[in-house]
């Protein structure tokens, strides 16, 4: 379990389930995990973080992989 003290969520400005959020997003950009894995920790469900990666214009797949795919 990770547990976020709250001085940090206060230093952050954000709001625990934002700070959440934003960790999920980060950690999936990275590839650190996928986008099931990041909606749960984000707490919410992988429907509304699609749509968070859609309005953050953050694509499911890096270009990398898109060009491997195309050869």
């Known amino acids: 379990m990770l547990v976020i003290e709250d001085e940090f969520v206060k230093a952050s400005k954000m709001s625990e389930p934002e700070l959440l959020l ?3 997003v980060v950690l999936f950009q990275k590839a650190k995990l996928s986008s ?3 909606a749960k920790l984000a707490k919410v ?3 509304d973080f699609m ?4 309005k953050r214009k953050i694509s499911l797949f890096d270009e990398e992989t898109i060009l491997d795919e195309l050869k």
Do not use: C, I, N, Q
């Open 51 to 54: 749509k968070e990666l859609y």
């Open 36 to 38: 099931h894995r990041a």
């Open 22 to 24: 934003e960790l999920a």
């Open 45 to 47: 469900s992988w429907d």
